[in-house]
């Protein structure tokens, strides 16, 4: 089920933002599929809405992998994205995912910390224990939430946004993510998603300097749902 402007999962929305709980299978930014990106959805949402006419500003702050769902921000004006995109730097953003793994981790809690090299011909990323060529420093902090009769869903803090790095590390460590073939789960899900969930986002509004927090609802389905 993707995005339309009727159908959007706004969360927030201000003059300055616009923060939407993204569908699994809705793309952040228009790619070589040539589907519909979100981004023009909330363009349209919003010339909607505020009856504008031309074209609207729409700051893309950051991405999901096109399976996952979740929390994103929009910036709807030039100094909320100039400044979105230097707290994002600075990692003054908080990220905090939701993962359904086929099986339970070893530690109930841990701190990964590996080196992810990004391959764009399979669009995939390969996970080392040492420095290499090209690769990047990937760390996330993860904790056992609940364990289900079939899989276990844990919570993860980001330290680094690699590319694929919470699919690519859990993978890693053993414990691939529910329908994520690419990363060794043994069959996908029926709609295309993985059990990945961008469930919450914490950061320091760009204008009025307000801290907020927005938590976003999990996918309607039978394995999210048990986990609540």
């Given at each position: 089920m993707h995005s339309t402007k009727d159908n959007l999962e706004v969360l927030f929305e201000?003059?300055?933002?616009?923060?939407?709980?993204k569908k699994s299978g809705d793309i952040v930014q228009g790619d070589k599929t040539g589907d519909k990106p979100l981004s023009d959805v909330v363009k349209e949402y919003i010339k909607e809405k505020y009856n504008k006419p031309g074209e609207v500003f729409l700051g893309v702050v950051h991405r999901l992998d096109r399976p996952t769902s979740g929390v994103i921000i929009f910036a709807r004006t030039s100094k909320a994205l100039e400044r979105l995109n230097k707290m994002l730097r600075e990692r003054t953003i908080s990220?905090?995912?939701?993962?359904?793994?086929?099986?339970?981790?070893?530690k109930e809690k841990d701190s990964l910390i590996h080196f992810l090299k990004?391959?764009?011909?399979?669009?995939?990323?390969?996970?080392f224990t040492k420095k290499t060529d090209a690769s990047k420093k990937a760390i996330l902090h993860y904790s056992v939430i609940k364990k289900l009769d079939n899989y276990s869903l844990l919570e993860i803090d980001l330290?680094?946004?690699?590319?694929?790095?919470?699919?690519?590390?859990?993978?890693?460590?053993?414990?691939?993510?529910?329908?994520?073939l690419k990363y060794g789960a043994s069959r996908?899900?029926?709609?295309?998603?993985?059990?990945?969930?961008?469930?919450?986002i914490s950061f320091t509004h760009p204008v009025s300097k307000e801290n907020i927090l927005f938590l976003a609802p999990i996918p309607n389905e039978t394995i999210w749902n048990a986990c609540l």
């Open positions: 201000d003059n300055h933002l616009l923060i939407v709980n990220k905090t995912y939701w993962a359904v793994v086929k099986n339970t981790p070893l990004k391959n764009p011909k399979n669009n995939k990323s390969t996970v330290e680094t946004g690699r590319h694929h790095q919470i699919r690519a590390q859990l993978a890693y460590i053993g414990s691939p993510i529910k329908g994520d996908s899900n029926k709609d295309g998603s993985i059990h990945l969930h961008a469930r919450k």
